[in-house]
């Protein structure tokens, strides 16, 4: 099974970018649909946007459509969320997620297929 590491949260202001990453240990990323998603606090961990086993599909939620961008290193064996013009509401936690099973359409936004997740790092926008 696949372990997850997020890396690269932090303090902004708002208009800022900020990438994060998700390093993967265990199994290659090439075999999993991999995701991001965020939780604020009292709030449900909503999805954010996934990438293909094979890379060739992204998904956004409509929020950060044109915005952030989705991509993966097979190399470093990581996926990366690109974030741009990030807006104080945006303050959250920051999982990676990973499913072994093949995902397709909107199945990508749904938490429970995901079987494997990071422990999160910590995104705050100021405004």
């Known amino acids: 099974q696949v372990q997850l590491v997020e890396s690269g949260g932090g303090l902004v202001q708002a208009g800022d970018s900020l990438r994060l990453s998700c390093a993967a240990s265990?199994?290659?990323?090439?075999?999993?649909?991999m995701a991001w998603f965020r939780q604020a606090p009292g709030n449900e961990r909503e999805f954010v946007a996934a990438?293909?086993?094979?890379?060739?599909?992204?998904f956004y939620a409509d929020s950060v459509k044109g915005r952030f961008t989705i991509s993966r290193s097979i190399g470093k064996n990581t996926a990366y969320l690109q974030m741009n013009s990030l807006r104080p509401e945006e303050t959250a936690l920051y999982y990676c997620a990973a499913s072994g099973a093949p995902l397709s359409g909107g199945v990508y936004q749904t938490k429970s297929v995901y079987a494997y997740w990071g422990q999160g790092t910590q995104v705050t926008v100021s405004s």
């Open positions: 265990g199994r290659t990323i090439s075999s999993y649909d």
């Open positions: 990438v293909s086993r094979g890379g060739g599909y992204t």
